[in-house]
Structures are given as C-alpha cells and as structure tokens.
C-alpha cells in the first residue's frame, strides 16, 4: 500500500478533481503494466493498493504515477494552482491475509477522515 500527498499537504483533491485524477492515475498504470487494485484518498492525499512486476521497484513505480499525473492535471489545469505531489512518499508491503481490510480502509477514506484528520493519521504511520 501507498499513499501520497500534494506539495505542503494542501487541499487540491476535491471530489471532482480527485475523480478526475484517480481515473487517469488508473489509465496511466494500465499503460504501464503497474496493477492498482485499490486507489481513493481525501483532500490531502491518496492511498493506493497496487501489484508490482518483480522487475519494477516501488520508487520507478511512484516516479511513474506521480510525475505523470502531475504533468496531467496541470496540462488539464484540474486545480486552482500549480499541482505536485510532496516529494516523499509512504509504502507498506500487506500480507495477503489482510487484502480486504486494505481494501475496505482505501475504500472508506472520506467516512474515514470524518474521524480522523490525515494529518494524525500520518504522523501515527510515521
């Protein structure tokens, strides 16, 4: 599992525009043999779930998403200013036994961040 966030943690992905991207965020991995199970996030954020090849490592994989997606919903002028995702990024590898907890969390993210900021969340990951 991944997740990743705009620049300064701001606010870009309103509904609409985080639709917007994660459908071409879907598209753009297809294209590029990278599988994304899961993908959904809120404001400030995106998790995704996804299945490498064993010849693609997690940091080709994230510079291929993130650098490309960007460049998109800047081209497609998706947000009010300049978007780009933070430099850094989170990964966790999930054992099979817990796919569908993963799944449900991805899934529930704007229930999810009702409860708890992102913020806390992350800083509770890190």
């Known amino acids: 599992m991944l997740f990743g966030v705009p620049k300064n943690r701001h606010p870009f992905l309103t509904k609409e525009a985080r639709k917007k991207l994660i459908k071409h965020i879907r598209e753009n991995a297809k294209v590029k043999n990278i599988f994304i199970d899961r993908i959904n996030g809120h404001t400030d954020h995106l998790h995704c779930l996804m299945w490498l090849n064993a010849d693609m490592s997690i940091a080709k ?10 460049f998109w919903a800047n081209k497609e002028q998706l947000t009010e200013s300049k978007f780009e995702w933070a430099n850094e990024y989170y990964a966790a590898s999930v ?3 817990a796919l569908d907890a ?11 961040h009702k409860e708890i900021p992102f913020t806390q969340e ?5």
Do not use: P, T
Not at 61 to 70: D, V
Not at 122 to 126: A, H, M, P, S
């Open 61 to 70: 994989a994230m510079q291929l998403i993130k650098g490309e997606s960007a």
């Open 95 to 97: 054992s099979e036994s």
């Open 102 to 112: 993963v799944r449900k969390y991805i899934d529930n993210q704007e229930e999810h």
């Open 122 to 126: 992350c800083d509770e990951f890190l």
